[in-house]
């Protein structure tokens, strides 16, 4: 009965060593940079000023095996033997944001950037929380300029979509894209100068 109940368990382990899993995490250290890079071109954000870190919880520690009276692992040998037949596969992938399809699209907001420049400081054009750009108040603007202002915010709305779908899509994983925008929309409040206008997560427009 040992043998056939040995047999089995070496059996498991055998087809479990087979069917390796690869983890692909998701690099958010790196999103972060490149996020931060690219928003500093679009800005004309000064070389050597760094911007503002992003807020990130402390990790928490593991907590620590429990050991047994005579100071060794409580861990059965079969369990210690399926960790050496299967090691689980991670991997954390480098990002990859340097296409010719984002760096078109990156010179394309850097252009509609500094024609939005004086909406965003007069308060007129505000940053989202969905990584776009909106109108807050159109009657601000000169009405021969209306369908000018609306053209350059759907523009660079257009272009920051594409941006977010295309890091996505050149690094393998569409499933991506919502994290992506995500960075990006917290990074284009955090490097914004002072006094543009954002909205926070409940969609209540603050100032800077």
């Given at each position: 009965m040992?043998?056939w109940?040995?047999?089995g368990?070496l059996?498991t382990?055998?087809?479990?060593a087979a069917?390796?899993t690869?983890?692909?995490?998701f690099p958010?250290?790196?999103?972060?940079q490149?996020?931060?890079?690219?928003?500093?071109?679009?800005?004309?954000?000064?070389?050597?000023k760094?911007?503002?870190p992003?807020?990130?919880?402390?990790?928490?520690p593991?907590?620590?095996?429990?050991?047994?009276?005579?100071g060794r692992l409580?861990r059965?040998?079969?369990?210690?033997?399926?960790?050496w037949l299967v090691?689980?596969?991670?991997?954390?992938?480098n990002?990859s944001?340097?296409?010719?399809?984002?760096?078109?699209?990156?010179?394309s907001?850097?252009?509609?950037?500094a024609r939005?420049?004086?909406?965003?400081?007069?308060?007129?054009?505000?940053?989202?929380?969905d990584g776009r750009i909106?109108i807050?108040?159109l009657?601000?603007?000169?009405l021969?300029?209306r369908?000018?202002?609306r053209?350059?915010v759907?523009?660079?709305?257009?272009?920051?979509?594409?941006?977010?779908?295309e890091?996505a899509?050149?690094?393998?994983h569409?499933?991506?894209?919502?994290?992506?925008?995500?960075?990006?929309?917290?990074?284009?409040?955090?490097?914004a100068?002072a006094?543009?206008?954002?909205?926070?997560k409940?969609g209540?427009?603050r100032?800077?």
């Amino acid at each position: 009965m040992r043998h056939w109940r040995f047999t089995g368990i070496l059996l498991t382990a055998l087809v479990m060593a087979a069917c390796v899993t690869i983890n692909v995490y998701f690099p958010a250290a790196q999103a972060q940079q490149a996020a931060d890079r690219i928003i500093r071109d679009v800005y004309g954000t000064p070389k050597g000023k760094a911007p503002p870190p992003a807020e990130s919880a402390p990790a928490k520690p593991a907590p620590a095996p429990k050991a047994s009276p005579q100071g060794r692992l409580e861990r059965p040998v079969w369990v210690a033997g399926l960790e050496w037949l299967v090691t689980p596969a991670q991997a954390a992938p480098n990002l990859s944001v340097n296409t010719p399809t984002v760096r078109r699209l990156e010179a394309s907001m850097k252009q509609l950037h500094a024609r939005l420049v004086p909406y965003f400081r007069s308060g007129i054009v505000g940053l989202t929380a969905d990584g776009r750009i909106q109108i807050r108040d159109l009657n601000a603007v000169p009405l021969e300029k209306r369908h000018f202002v609306r053209r350059l915010v759907s523009e660079q709305n257009h272009a920051r979509d594409a941006l977010y779908h295309e890091i996505a899509r050149v690094n393998g994983h569409p499933d991506w894209e919502p994290k992506i925008r995500a960075i990006f929309a917290r990074r284009w409040i955090d490097n914004a100068p002072a006094g543009w206008w954002y909205q926070d997560k409940s969609g209540k427009w603050r100032r800077k």
